[in-house]
C-alpha cells in the first residue's frame, strides 16, 4: 500500500453512507486499512466491497455507537485483524430539524445518545489503546451547529456543541500521550432552514455552503 495514510489503521464510525462513506473510501485512496462501523450493516459491506474494488484494503464491523460494549469489541476486532489503531472518526449522527418545542424527549435524548455519548464512548476507546503507545488522531465530527443555536436545531445543536467541549477537554491527551483530538465541521444542509445559511456562512473557515 502507498498513499498518505499508508498502512495505518483507520476506523470511522457511521461509515455506511454519506460523509462516513467518503471518508473511508478517501482513507483507502491514501492507502489506510479501513474499518468500517456502522449500526446499517448492508451499507457498511457496500463501501468495504468498493474499497476492495478498487484495491484497498477494509473491513467493516457492526456496532452501535451508544453500547460501550458494541464500540470496545468493534475496536478489538479491528485491531485483531487490521493492526493498531492510528486513526479515530467518531462520525456516526443523526439530526432532527424541527422548531423547538416539537422536539420531544425521545428525539433529544436519541440525538444526545448518538452525537455526543457515541463520540464519548468512541474516544475512549480509542484513547485507551493510542494512548499507551504515543500516538494516534482523534476526528470528533461536529458542526456548525455546534457554534450557533437555532431553534429548529435545538437536540442536535445541543449534541454539537457538546461534541466541541469534549474535543476541548480530550486536549490533554496531546500533552500526555501525543494522541491528537480533533473537533471538525463540515455544511452544506443548513441553507435548508430560511435564513440559517446566511447566520452561519460568515463562522464557515472556509466560506463553503
Ligand atoms: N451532512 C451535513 O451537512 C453535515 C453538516 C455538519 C455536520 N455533519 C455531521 O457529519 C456526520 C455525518 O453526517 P452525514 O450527513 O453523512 O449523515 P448520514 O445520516 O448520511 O450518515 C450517518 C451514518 O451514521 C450511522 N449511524 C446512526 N446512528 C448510529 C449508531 N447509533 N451507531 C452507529 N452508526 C450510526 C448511520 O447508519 C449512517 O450510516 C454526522 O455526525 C453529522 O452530524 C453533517
Redesign the pocket.
Known sequence: MSGKFANRVAVV?????????ELCRAFADEGALVGV????QE??EQVVEQIREANGQAMTVA????DRDDVEQAADQVEQELGPLAIWVN?????YILPFLECTEQIWDQTL???LK?AYLGCQAAVRRMAPRQGGVIIN?????GKVGNSHYAA?CAS?FGVIGLTWILGYWIVQAEVVVLAC??????PAIPGLGALLLPLNPLRRR
Open positions: 464510525t457511521g461509515g455506511g453512507r454519506g460523509i462516513g462513506a462501523l456502522d449500526i446499517r451499507e457498511a456496532c452501535d455507537v451508544t462520525n456516526a449522527g443523526v439530526s445518545e448518538v452525537n457515541g465530527m461536529s458542526s456548525q451547529s442536535y454539537k465541521q463540515v455544511t452544506d444542509a443548513v
